[in-house]
């Protein structure tokens, strides 16, 4: 009865949405309060009944209620209640119920906290979420309903895929999804400014805060999805250019350039098409990221589902959603202000810069992951485009991109003096060098890369840490000016300085990573040893261990450093899923610092004499914790930003700047 419940709660869910959207729309063109509210109780009220919807489908994972086809094909009785859980949105019909969730619960805050807009600017808005509720719940409903019965249940379901059975694949699409759908009331914005023609800094101000939640979303998501993949795969690594990771980060990089455009037009009235252009980019690639995840374009330890049929569906969302609000970009974007001017030194030049750069990215990463399709689809040659490629395109732009980051924020609107900027960046400069001069001198192998990464981090942390000490003038004014200046400093700017410093930390982590990383692969026999960058592993035994829905070879391996003590007692493991007939790795990763010395079990094999052998690798990964940190103090310093007053007062409210007021370089939370 809760299953049949969630599948009625589902089809309610979309005709809600359905009156979401006409009597939104009715309301802007008879300019009807009455009808505006029916509208926006209707998007509450679709986003209510769908969390009972999803509620269901989570109660049916955790009793195992094998008649609901989606339960069989993802669970089964002897897995963890925790990973039952997570199967309700393990799957492609549960991912989607939750894409949904989101979308409406999206459309919910819009219609309840968009009161600084206008009215007629809400009602299009509240109609455009409303209209992208109905494209994804009538694909759910009629293609991939979480809830469809078998006549026939089998005893034992089939269980979840073993490599999504992990506490971060757990927490990672409930976040990737609040980034990618976040993303589309960003889009309905968008929408409402070109049908209103209205693009002005209020409006600019409107879209900030929900960029910044999407984009503090998708960054916490793409890192777990990250640090799953460095410890659960069994490669030694966090990311590889994989087409599922960059269907994530092409809209993260949309939303980044997104926030620092929106700042421009909002302070300066500047850029509103520009803006435009990006907002309804960004949910445009996280549609090419739900179409490239989930029809079987593509093959990948991330992809949810194999299924051309449901893809061209996917496709014909993206093309007519996508399509629709493109047209009705170069409809009525010619016609709108333009802003205000600006010289071509100035923080606004610089964002632009920053913009074109983020934008030739995105163009690169997309051209890297939609070639193979399209030269298979041509010519029938399948070929792949991996690391070397987006290390050659991808990597270049970012280095300008982070370069010039630190002397954005100390340039004054309108006109600045280039060379003042950079006077004030001096420290950061001089510890920049003095740090990829130390690391070519002390650090072996010689890596100039390595040493000009090392110079890009500090430059990146000082830099942003300038700005601060800027504006509390620092060394300037006696100490308790300076902490009170402290304390007075916005949200916004303590959130961009973390972001900034993140993206440094994160560099760190990165370049020293992959620059001097050591892996040593050897088969053992118990007792033998194999040194991985000065650290000996001692294997001394490997056991089998059952754990409550796989079997295991456990080995236990003895970690010694350098100088002979004992760094830890490592225990990878190889297990064997008996419900799917999988095998897994799970490493085994001893800390050290930041560092990490990780140990993986591969296959037993069989010596001359007839003795198990077993194939061990060992990967000293330094600096790797830092990896995971950067992006993580990124996120908090985007959450830091969403907490400034500024952010939550009412965009109707403040008056649109002049573009012929005085320019402050007074920093904007980015």
């Known amino acids: 009865m809760i299953v049949e419940i969630g599948a009625f709660a589902l089809i309610l869910s979309l005709i809600l949405s359905v009156l979401q959207t006409g009597a939104s729309a009715l309301a802007r063109i008879r300019r009807s309060p009455v009808l505006a509210a029916v ?46 859980i997570g199967g309700a949105w393990g799957s492609h019909e ?44 009538a694909y759910t409903v009629f293609a991939s ?36 759908v976040g993303l589309s009331v960003v889009f309905s914005l968008a929408v409402a400014a070109l049908v209103e023609g209205r693009a002005d800094a209020a409006w600019a101000r409107w879209i900030r805060p ?24 069994g490669w030694g690594g966090w990311w590889f250019w994989d087409p599922v990771e960059n269907a994530s980060f092409m809209p993260w990089l949309i939303a980044t350039a997104l926030l620092h455009s929106a700042v421009v037009t909002e302070r300066r009235g500047a850029l509103p098409g520009w803006t435009i252009f990006l907002a309804l980019g960004g949910y445009t690639f996280s549609m090419l990221g739900a179409f490239l995840v989930r029809s079987g374009v593509l093959t990948s330890v991330h992809a949810f589902a ?17 399509g629709l609000g493109f047209a009705l970009f170069a409809w009525r974007a010619p016609a709108m202000a333009r802003g205000g001017l600006f010289a071509p030194i100035s923080r606004e030049s610089a964002l632009v810069l920053n913009n074109i750069l983020l934008a030739a990215a995105t163009a690169t990463v997309l051209l890297g992951t939609l070639y193979p399709l399209i030269r298979e689809a041509i010519a029938g040659e399948a070929i792949s485009v991996g690391p070397p490629f987006f290390h050659l395109t991808f990597t270049p732009l970012m280095f300008l991109l982070l370069i010039l980051l630190p002397a954005g924020p ?30 070519l001198a002390l650090v072996q192998p010689l890596s100039l890369f390595g040493a000009a990464g090392m110079a890009l981090g500090v430059w990146l942390i000082v830099g942003s840490l300038t700005e601060v ?41 990165a370049v020293v990573e992959t620059t001097w990383k050591s892996e040593t692969s050897e088969v053992l026999a118990q007792g033998q040893r194999l040194s991985v960058a000065g650290y000996v592993l001692v294997l001394e035994d490997v056991a089998p261990v059952l754990g409550p829905n796989y079997e295991a070879e456990q080995a236990t391996i003895r970690a010694f450093a350098p100088d002979g003590s004992l760094v830890c007692v490592a225990q990878p493991e190889r297990r064997l899923y008996s419900a799917g007939g999988q095998t897994t790795s799970e490493v085994a990763i001893c800390p050290r610092g930041l560092s990490h010395l990780y140990a993986v079990l591969g296959e037993r094999r069989a010596a001359a004499d007839g003795s198990p052998i077993w194939l061990i690798t060992g ?38 700047p002049s573009p012929a007021a005085p320019a402050q370089p007074v920093s904007e939370p980015a």
């Open 94 to 137: 549960g991912s989607m119920l939750m894409w949904c969730l989101a979308l409406t619960g999206f459309g919910a805050l819009l219609a309840g906290y968009g009161r600084g807009l206008t009215s007629a600017l809400k009602a299009v808005a509240v109609a455009t979420q409303g209209a992208l509720g109905i494209a994804f719940l």
């Open 210 to 233: 929900w960029t910044l939640a999407a984009w503090a979303g998708l960054t916490v998501g793409i890192t777990l999805g990250a640090y799953w993949a460095y410890y659960e795969l």
């Open 39 to 84: 509208g926006e109780g209707a998007a509450i009220g679709a986003f209510g009944v769908l969390a009972v919807s999803f509620a269901a489908l989570v109660y049916a994972f955790v009793v195992s209620d094998f008649s609901v086809a989606n339960v069989t094909a993802n669970s089964h009785t002897a897995k963890p209640l925790l990973y039952r």
């Open 410 to 439: 100390l340039l004054a609107w309108k006109r600045a003096d280039a060379g003042a900027a950079l006077q004030r960046l001096w420290v950061a400069a001089l510890l920049a060098a003095a740090a990829g001069a130390a690391t």
């Open 145 to 180: 309903n979480p809830f469809w019965r078998l006549s026939q249940p089998p005893v034992e379901g089939r269980s979840l895929n073993p490599l999504l059975q992990d506490p971060a694949l757990l927490l990672h699409p409930p976040f990737l999804y609040v980034g990618y």
């Open 306 to 322: 194999v299924d051309p049929t449901r893809g061209v569906l996917l496709l014909t969302i993206l093309g007519v959603t996508s």
């Open 469 to 509: 000490a800027e504006r509390i003038r620092l060394f300037k004014v006696p100490g308790a000016e300076v902490l009170r200046r402290l304390g007075g400093l916005p949200r916004g700017t303590w959130g961009m300085t973390l972001a900034h410093a993140g993206l440094g930390v994160f560099v760190f982590g």
């Open 619 to 656: 990967y000293w990964n330094p600096w790797a914790l830092l990896i995971f940190l950067g992006p993580g103090l990124m996120a908090l310093g985007g959450v830091v930003s969403l907490t400034d007053r500024r952010l939550r007062l009412a965009a109707g409210r403040r008056a649109t």
